[in-house]
């Protein structure tokens, strides 16, 4: 992948499978034992056998080793294994890892997973208040003696500054939330499955760190997510439809930062009304699968916090700066047709890949009419990912 | 008891002529005949509390107290000068001195409060020498903690006592990390540094300061309350945060301009839930814009919270911030007067 040129991966890899465990509060069992049952859900769904795999991914922050669940469901040796680092942003990018073993033979059968006790385990939420003096802890050591602790507070700098910017009110986040919880209110796997919220109801709720309210801040799960890929010829003879890999990119902007990317008004005027490492991830998928905005039917963008979700909107080119709130509003892009992680369930990014599968399959429960191309989004506020998944021959 | 952070793993030493001949000044006089220099009043109530961001009720209104840890601020002497110190404590510093303990580092300070101050009290307050530790081996070095006790009258009647605890100690045998000097470990108290207010022993831990051989010079300036601003000598450009290279340019030197401590607030947010210990929420936590072009993340002080706004002029202080375990200085931003009148900005 380039960010000058288009890449040669479009279109010659697939993922095959998907499989998840249940999304809870309270799993009631490890996270190896959740990343074991998602694996073998994912092969089974592809009809393929532990024997098939030969490549295991998943993210650095994961607590289990690719040996682990290697050993726990019945797999061989392994010819790949890789991890991606910064948080959810890793997701998209475990599927790309995938495609490119595959493409290039280093392996045949490529198993993604992300697997955690979230809620009833180590809770993101609950904030940082001690770093080590690494490169990385200093970085976000900055934040925490004056008290910016929580990914909420992080986020939220940036969603006064979009505010700010485009003469908005806290308001415009809630059409983000009312979207997922309306779609998660008929899924019956969502957490939220029959609850839906209006906009009062958004309006109403709590403050969390302000301007970010209750329902701008996704839920926490218990849960496991696993995917399978392997190349285009084969994926041809398996039990599903394939979802090919028509693009996928990562992405890190200038003056970077995990969360907190608060010094780069030099490097981009948006500065921090905007996601520029999504821009980066935009540019590419557009680049190297020839399409743009018109030519996706169904987007399933990263929503940890709902302010993001309309960043997203104006990197991708849906609608202009500051545009987002009505465009969703207006509801002409089907928008993380699951429920979302506001809605579904908060699996790193990892569940909002599967819709985009069931999307291309014609499987989904909320199933948008038709749908040729689907764009879906990894973790926003730190280096991501991204993919286009196509229907074979659409 | 306990030295603080400084005096863990304080040892003992054993016999010491000079323990007794210091031992000998406890139950004299550290200060006698002070006398408040304001009467207990409404507007200082009202600046503590927006200083503090205490919004309790009981500090406002007709009825209205004054929060008991204000109690030291009605004794202060302020810009003006401090009530002189008695000739006996002046006289233990001057032995401690002598035996080479020359350097001397806050360790830690107690309240206790015997009926509420009201507007109107005018105080009165002594100070004694409560007691002097034998001769302990610190982190720091080898000293003595001396403690004076300030009792604070009403009409004679006792409202408060506040303790204050130093180590006055040989320096030069401390320890500094490679990774620069320890924030807690401040052999010379400034002139102008506001006393620190109580933090018992058992205060909930505030977020350190995360320091490293790369913003050790950040945290160092800060320290001596210079808010320093890296600079690459390859192009020039200005930097926060502190990093070994320029991310213009690649160039890996520098060296460091002294902020002029004017900016505005870029953005902002008010910090709700969850609730943190060492903090009190709502506060407000801010992406503050330098005058000299590059950002800080830092605390605002001097308006309540839902006061902050875009935009908003502020200044750079210096605040000493406590925990049970140490103290340490922190670079915050006071709103400009009349930056909260401002006409509301959105955002
Ligand atoms: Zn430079």
Redesign the pocket.
Known sequence: MSVRRADTLGGRAAVVGIGATEFSKDSGRSELTLAAEAVRAALDDAGLAPSDVDGLVTFTMDTSPEIAVAQATGIGELSFFSRVHYGGGAACATVQQAALAVATGIAEVVVCYRAFNERSGRRFGSGVQHREPSAEGTALGWNLPPGLLTPASWVAMAARRYLHTYGLTPEAFGHVAVTGRRYAATNPAAYFHGRPITLADHAASRPIVEPLRLLDCCQETDGGQALVVTTAERARDLRRPPALITAAAQGAGRAQEQMTSYYRDEFYPSDLAGLPEMGVVARQLWRTSGYGPADIDVAVLYDHFTPFVLMQLEEFGFCAPGEAAAFVADGALPLNTHGGQLGEAYLHGMNGIAEAVRQVRGSAVNQVPDVAHALVTAGTGVPTSGLILGRDGG | MSGGDGARGAAVSGDDALYARLKAFEGRPAATGGRGKDPVNAAMIRHWCEAMGDTHPAYRGPDAVAPPTMLQAWTMGGLSGHTDRSPAYDELSALLDGAGCTAVVATDCEQEYLRPLRPGDEITFDAVIESVSPRKTTKLGSGYFVTTRMDVRVDGELAGAHRFRILKYVPGKGSSGPGGPAPEADPAPRKGTPEPVAAPRDAPARPRPVINRDNAGFWAGVAEHRLLIQR??????L?MPWLPG??????PEWDTVEAGGGGTVHSYVVMHHPPFPAFDPPYAVALIALEEGVRLVAGVTGVPPDAVRVGMPVRLEFQQVRDGKGAWELPVFRAEPGAARAPREEG
């Open positions: 690459c000598t390859g192009c020039g450009r930097r320029c991310a213009r340019c690649g160039a």
